[in-house]
C-alpha cells in the first residue's frame, strides 16, 4: 500500500458571508394629560409651559420592617426582617434600598448581598445600601439584615429600657405615585440584663495567727450579655470576737465607692460593668479587704452582688440578674479553689478539590465549599491549680450552617435557644485536657465568599483567675464550586435520510454546591432542520420550558439536580454528522471538572438504494465510517466502525483536518490540501479484517499512526473544529476498500466533523 507525499497544490480560499440583523425597537412614548396642569416658574420669572409625566413610567414602591426579637437583649444580635413591593402595574427599575441603621447596633450579615457605609446616615449612623435590580408588577422581594446591639446599648438609661430607631427607604428610577410607603421608620426595644457573679478569696488561705493582717479579695464578673447599671455589693463580717477593718481598697481603674456601715462593707460601682469580654477592665471589679483579730474565732464572711435602686424610687431602676445564685459567696477562712480555665478552637472544611469531579474534597483549615462539611475542634484545658467543677462550654455558631453533630471527650452537648450550642464536661483536674468536635453541614446554597463567624466560651463552678483565655474565636470563608456534567444521546442511530431523529441533553449538578445562571448550548448541525426542543426540571431547579433552533438556555441548578433536555429534528443529509452539547458555569461558581462539561454524538444516516444485481440479489461490501472524534489539547483520538456488511480486509487510510481553511467534503482529499495542520494513520495488520460491526480506536503515537506523514502543533486551542476521514476507494494512494456506496452509487459518508477540542 503506497501513499503519495502530502501537498497543498492550491489551497481554496473560502468565503464567508456574514449577515448582520438588526432589530430596531421603537418606543413610543405616550403623554398623560392631566386635568389641571401646574405652571413652573424659572428663575428669571417667566413661566414654563405644563408637562406630564410618560405613561408607564410610574410605580407604586412599598417598605415595611420587622424587629426579632422585640425587646431585644443589649449585647445579642437583632434580626431586621425587610420586604420592599411593587404595588403597580409597571416594572419597577432601578431598585434601592437605603437601611439607614440605629447607632446602638453593629452591622454584622445581610441576606441580599448590600454594601455598608459606615457614618454616612444621619449623626455619623451607618447605612446599608441594597441594589435590588428590577421588580414585576404585584412582586415582592424579602431578606433579613442581621445586627449586633451594643453591649451598652441601655447602659446610661435610669431604667434599662430603651428604644431602637430604623429607617429604611427604597426608590427607583421611575416616578413614584405614592411616595408616602417609600419610607418606613420602625421603632423597637432594646432591654438590659446581666449575669452578676461574685467570688471572695482570703489569704491566708486556711488560718491566720492573731495579731496578723489578713485579706479578702472580692471579684466581682459580669457575665453579661449587657452592661450591669448601679452595680452594689455587700460583704456581711460574722465573728465571735472583735474583728477589726484596718483598709477597704476600692478598684483604683473604676469609679467606685466603699464604706463600712454598721458593720457591714458596702460598695458602690458610679458607672455601669461592662461585660466580660469587652473593654476596659473585661468585665472585672476587685475590691480588697484589710481584717486583723487579736482573738482566736472562727470566722464567717458572706458576700453579695446585686444590681440596686439606689433611692428606691423605680420602676425596674435595677438591670435584670438571669442567675441569682452565683450572687453570693460565703468564706470561712477556708481554701478557694481556683481554675485557670483556657479554650482554643480550629476549623477544618471540606474543600472541593480543583481538577477533581464534584464531591472530591480535601480538608483545609478555615475554609469550607458550600455543601460541604465543617468540622470545629474545642480544646479545653485547665491550667490548674484547683478541679474545675461542672466545666461548661457555649459555642455560637454561625446562623447560615447546621449543626449534625457534636461529640465531646466526655460529660454530653445540647442546644439551647438563648446560649447556642452548649456542653457540659463535668469534672476536669489541674493539667487536664478535653475536646469537643463539632460537625456542621454547610448548606449548597451558601453564598460563595460568606464569612462563617464562631465564638466559643468556657467556665465553670470554681474562681478562673483569667478571663483573656476563655474565649475563643474562628472565621471561616465559604467559597462554591458546581461540577457540571452534560450526556447527549441520539436516537434512531442509524436514521434514514428525511426521517426525524431526537437528541437528549442530560445536565446535572454534580455539586457540591448550588449554581445560578449556568449556560446551557447546542448549535444543532446544519444538515438537522426543524428543531423544536423542551426542558423538563427537577425540584429546585429552572429552565426554559420550549424552544425552537438552537439551545442557549440559562439555567439554575441546585446540587444533585438534574435538565433533561428533548430536542427533535429531521436529518437531511446522507452522511454522517456530529452534534456537541455544552454546559458553561457562570463567574463566580467555578467548575472543578470540565471534562464532563461537553459530549458529542455521531449519528449514522442511512440511505436506501434499490438492490444493485452483481452476481447475486444483494450487494455484499464493507462500509467505513469515523463514528467519533474525541479531540483534546494534546490528544486526538477517533473510533473507526465498519456498518457494511462484508469484513474490511484491505488496508486503509485515516486523515485528520485541524482547523482547516475548508471543511473537507471530496473524495481523495489529504489534509495537506485543505489546511496547515493534520494527522494521519495507515491501517494494516493486525487490525485487519475488520468484521461488520466491529469499531477499531485510533489514537495519536499508536502503532497506526504515521508521524512523518503528520503534521501539529500541541496544545490546541479549546474550540478548534476538527474532521475526520477514512479511506477513499478509486485511488491506491487513498484507500483501497471499495465500499457499499462505492458499489451502489450512494452517498459519500466517509467524513466526519466538525467537532470542537475540549478544555
Not at 482570703?202 to 491566720?208: G, I, L, N, R, Y
Not at 454598721?262 to 455601669?272: K, M, R, V
Not at 465568599?449 to 465559604?478: H, K
Amino acid at each position: 500500500m503506497t501513499r503519495f507525499q502530502v501537498r497543498r497544490p492550491f489551497r481554496m480560499l473560502a468565503m464567508s458571508v456574514l449577515l448582520l440583523a438588526s432589530l430596531v425597537f421603537v418606543a413610543v412614548v405616550s403623554m398623560a394629560d392631566r386635568a389641571t396642569a401646574r405652571a413652573a416658574t424659572s428663575p428669571g420669572g417667566a413661566a414654563g409651559a405644563p408637562t406630564a409625566p410618560f405613561a408607564g413610567g410610574q410605580v407604586d414602591l412599598s417598605v415595611v420592617k420587622d424587629a426579632v426579637p422585640n425587646p431585644v437583649l443589649a449585647g445579642q444580635q437583632l434580626t431586621y426582617p425587610i420586604t420592599v413591593t411593587n404595588s403597580s402595574t409597571a416594572t419597577a427599575t432601578g431598585v434601592i434600598l437605603t437601611d439607614t441603621l440605629p447607632l446602638q447596633v453593629e452591622y454584622v450579615a445581610d441576606t441580599e448581598g448590600c454594601t455598608l457605609s459606615e457614618g454616612s446616615g444621619p449623626g455619623g449612623a451607618d447605612q446599608l445600601v441594597c441594589a435590588l435590580g428590577s421588580l414585576g408588577p404585584g412582586e415582592s422581594q424579602s431578606f433579613d439584615v442581621i445586627v449586633t446591639v451594643h453591649a451598652d446599648a441601655v447602659a446610661w438609661e435610669s431604667d434599662g429600657f430603651g428604644a431602637l430607631t430604623n429607617t429604611v427607604e427604597v426608590t427607583s428610577v421611575l416616578t413614584e405615585t405614592n411616595p408616602s410607603d417609600n419610607l418606613y421608620t420602625l421603632s423597637s426595644f432594646v432591654q438590659d440584663q446581666a449575669d452578676l457573679q461574685v467570688v471572695k478569696v482570703s489569704t491566708p488561705e486556711t488560718t491566720v495567727p492573731a495579731g496578723e493582717v489578713f485579706t479578702y479579695t472580692l471579684f466581682v464578673d459580669n457575665y453579661g450579655p449587657s452592661y450591669a447599671r448601679n452595680v452594689a455589693l455587700e460583704d456581711n463580717i460574722l465573728a465571735t470576737n472583735d474583728v477589726s477593718i484596718l483598709e477597704i481598697r476600692d478598684d483604683p481603674d473604676r469609679d467606685d465607692v466603699c464604706a463600712l456601715v454598721g458593720g457591714e462593707i458596702q460598695c458602690t460601682l458610679n458607672a455601669p460593668l461592662e461585660p466580660t469580654g469587652f473593654p476596659p477592665l473585661n468585665g472585672r471589679w476587685t475590691v480588697v479587704v484589710l481584717l486583723r483579730s487579736n482573738e482566736s474565732q472562727e470566722i464567717n464572711n458572706t458576700v453579695r452582688v446585686f444590681s440596686a435602686d439606689p433611692d428606691g424610687t423605680g420602676p425596674q431602676t435595677a438591670t435584670p440578674d438571669p442567675d441569682p445564685t452565683n450572687n453570693q459567696a460565703t468564706d470561712f477562712i477556708a481554701v478557694t479553689a481556683v481554675s485557670d480555665l483556657r479554650i482554643t478552637k480550629t476549623a477544618q472544611g471540606q474543600v472541593q478539590a480543583p481538577g477533581q469531579p464534584g464531591g472530591t474534597f480535601t480538608r483545609v483549615s478555615d475554609r469550607v465549599t458550600a455543601g460541604g462539611l465543617l468540622t470545629y475542634t474545642l480544646t479545653v484545658h485547665n491550667l490548674g491549680p484547683s478541679t474545675a467543677r461542672n466545666v461548661l462550654v457555649e459555642d455560637h455558631p454561625s446562623s447560615w450552617i447546621v449543626v449534625q453533630a457534636a461529640t465531646p471527650g466526655q460529660g454530653y452537648c445540647y442546644t439551647d435557644p438563648s446560649e447556642g450550642l452548649v456542653c457540659a464536661l463535668g469534672d476536669l483536674g489541674p493539667g487536664g485536657a478535653v475536646t469537643v468536635r463539632i460537625v456542621a453541614e454547610v448548606p449548597s446554597s451558601v453564598p460563595g465568599g460568606t464569612a462563617l463567624d464562631n465564638l466559643a466560651m468556657v467556665r465553670s463552678d470554681v474562681f478562673d483567675p483569667d478571663n483573656t483565655n476563655d474565649y475563643a474565636a474562628n472565621t471561616t470563608t465559604v467559597d462554591a464550586w458546581a461540577d457540571l456534567s452534560i450526556e447527549k444521546t441520539v436516537q434512531p442511530t442509524p436514521v434514514l435520510v428525511g426521517s426525524p431523529l431526537t437528541y437528549t441533553l442530560v445536565v446535572r449538578n454534580v455539586g457540591p454546591s448550588d449554581v445560578q445562571d449556568a449556560l446551557v448550548s447546542d448549535v444543532f448541525p446544519s444538515g438537522v432542520g426543524d428543531v423544536i426542543w423542551q426542558c423538563t426540571a427537577s425540584v429546585g431547579a429552572s429552565c426554559t420550558c420550549s424552544g425552537t433552533g438552537n439551545l442557549h438556555d440559562t439555567v439554575d441548578l441546585q446540587a444533585g439536580g438534574t435538565l433533561t433536555y428533548v430536542a427533535e429534528g429531521l436529518l437531511e443529509v446522507s452522511y454522517p454528522i456530529t452534534n456537541t452539547a455544552v454546559v458553561t458555569s457562570p463567574e463566580g461558581s467555578p467548575d472543578p471538572f470540565d471534562l464532563n462539561n461537553s459530549d458529542s454524538v455521531l449519528n449514522a444516516s442511512l440511505s436506501v438504494y434499490l438492490p444493485l444485481v452483481l452476481g447475486g440479489p444483494g450487494v455484499q461490501a464493507p462500509d467505513l465510517v469515523v463514528e467519533q472524534i474525541n479531540a483534546t489539547q494534546n490528544d486526538v483520538r477517533l473510533v473507526i466502525r465498519n456498518v457494511g456488511n462484508s469484513p474490511v480486509e484491505g488496508g486503509f487510510w485515516v486523515d485528520v483536518y485541524i482547523d482547516p481553511d475548508v471543511a473537507p467534503r471530496e473524495v481523495n482529499q489529504v489534509w495537506g490540501d485543505v489546511g496547515d495542520q493534520g494527522l494521519v494513520w495507515g491501517v494494516t495488520g493486525s487490525a485487519l479484517p475488520l468484521e461488520p460491526g466491529e469499531t477499531l480506536t485510533l489514537r495519536v503515537g499508536d502503532e497506526y499512526y504515521w508521524d512523518s506523514l503528520s503534521r501539529v502543533t500541541w496544545p490546541l486551542a479549546p474550540g478548534t473544529p476538527v474532521y475526520a476521514q477514512v479511506d477513499s476507494y478509486g485511488d491506491s494512494a487513498y484507500g483501497l476498500v471499495r465500499e457499499t456506496h462505492e458499489i451502489a452509487g450512494g452517498g459519500y459518508n466517509n467524513i466526519t466533523g466538525p467537532v470542537s477540542v475540549k478544555p
